[in-house]
Nanobody, 115 residues
Framework: QVQLVESGGGLVQTGGSLRLSCAAS????????MAWYRQTPGKQRELVAF???????NYAASVKGRFTISRDNAANMVYLQMNSLKPEDTAVYYC?????????WGQGTQVTVSP
């Protein structure tokens, strides 16, 4: 049974930073492309960034240059460093594989950026 548990969210002012963490259990991690997604009420979940097992990264245009995705395969962890946060980054952030495996969705972690 694979579980993904997100943490690190919170309330931050515009321009601030947060680092999100995703802890993965189960033997899925080192070869899988992992990703961060986010969702706001009334909108579809959107891809924020992904990282391949070998470390190749890709970012949504809206976060490129501000967010950095990384992973620690030995520890089964994925991270999202978020800098220069904007109010439009407010959302619940989730990690999952890329492409998504629906059974792997966790509870997410709320990020709120105040003006």
């Amino acid at each position: 049974q694979v579980q993904l548990v997100e943490s690190g969210g919170g309330l931050v002012q515009t321009g601030g930073s947060l680092r999100l963490s995703c802890a993965a259990s189960g033997r899925i991690f080192s070869t899988k492309t992992m990703a961060w997604y986010r969702q706001t009420p009334g909108k579809q979940r959107e891809l924020v960034a992904f990282i391949s097992g070998g470390g190749i990264t890709n970012y949504a245009a809206s976060v490129k240059g501000r967010f950095t995705i990384s992973r620690d395969n030995a520890a089964n962890m994925v991270y999202l460093q978020m800098n220069s946060l904007k109010p439009e980054d407010t959302a619940v952030y989730y990690c999952n594989t890329f492409p998504v495996i629906p059974d792997y969705w966790g509870q997410g972690t709320q990020v709120t950026v105040s003006p």
